[in-house]
């Protein structure tokens, strides 16, 4: 019998397949998106942290860089800031309005003016916040609007027999409690959001940490993870994706 010599396929076709995979695997399941229009960071990052539990936000500090997403990508309300440095936020709204004739806009003013308030509704805005505001008053508005377009952000995340609380942050698992740390937690709850689709190690750093970490740090927290989530279960819900990251995924009945 004549053996034929394996060959190993050159980094770069590795690389092209399993960004195709990827593609491919986060077109079959969707999450809630928000894109958020803020030129400010601590502003950005407070609103993010507040949306966080129940969306997935994607922030663009400059108009035409939340123009250019919008024209790549699917998102179910974007929050614009007026005052943004290299376009008018009302251009800004007007633009969008034309592209889109459905997705809510919500607008973060700083003004109380009426007339002002006015030309943004008439410009295509459906609502606006004036700032400073209080979370819940931003929470709230978001709320309407997504009623009002037939979309709902639930607080409970269910694959198979896992639940996540997310107001509560509480974890169960066939009825059984688990008790995670907060990164494990924060981790459960991006893969969860993200049912069924791909997530890369650098997605969640940029989601859960906000920083670089080491990629053997991420592994790391999986792994504890798997050990509370997964190990002591028949099925396992945490799946790895060799050359791309990990996915939740749900048990598939025969």
Not at 218 to 238: C, N, Q, Y
Request: glycine content about 4%.
């Amino acid at each position: 019998m004549r053996h034929h010599k394996k060959y190993p396929l050159p980094a770069w076709i590795s690389e092209f397949f399993n960004e195709l995979l990827l593609q491919w695997l986060n077109t079959q399941a969707m999450t809630m998106k928000i894109l958020l229009i803020e030129d400010d960071a601590d502003v950005a990052r407070a609103v993010r942290a507040h949306l966080r539990a129940d969306f997935t936000v994607t922030v663009a500090a400059k108009g035409a860089q939340g123009l250019e997403r919008l024209d790549g990508e699917k998102y179910q309300l974007v929050i614009l800031d007026l005052n943004l440095p290299d376009m008018p936020g009302k251009r800004i709204c007007e633009q969008i309005r034309q592209a889109d004739k459905e997705v809510p806009i919500l607008i973060l003013t700083g003004t109380a003016d009426t007339e002002i308030q006015i030309e943004l509704l008439t410009a295509g805005a459906d609502d606006y916040v004036t700032k400073p505001f209080d979370s819940r008053q931003l929470r709230a508005r978001i709320d309407a609007l997504l009623r009002r377009s037939g979309l709902t952000a639930g607080a409970t995340l269910k694959t198979h027999d896992l639940v996540m609380d997310t107001r509560r942050r509480q974890v169960t698992r066939a009825g059984s409690s688990i008790a995670l740390r907060r990164k494990e937690y924060d981790i459960l709850e991006y893969l969860m959001r993200h049912k069924g689709q791909a997530v890369t190690r650098d997605m969640i750093c940029d989601e859960v940490w906000d920083r670089a970490v080491r990629p053997n740090s991420i592994d790391v927290h999986i792994k504890h993870l798997r050990d509370k989530v997964d190990r002591p279960f028949a099925a396992e819900l945490i799946k790895t994706l060799h050359g791309i990251g990990y996915m939740v995924k749900d048990v598939q009945i025969e």
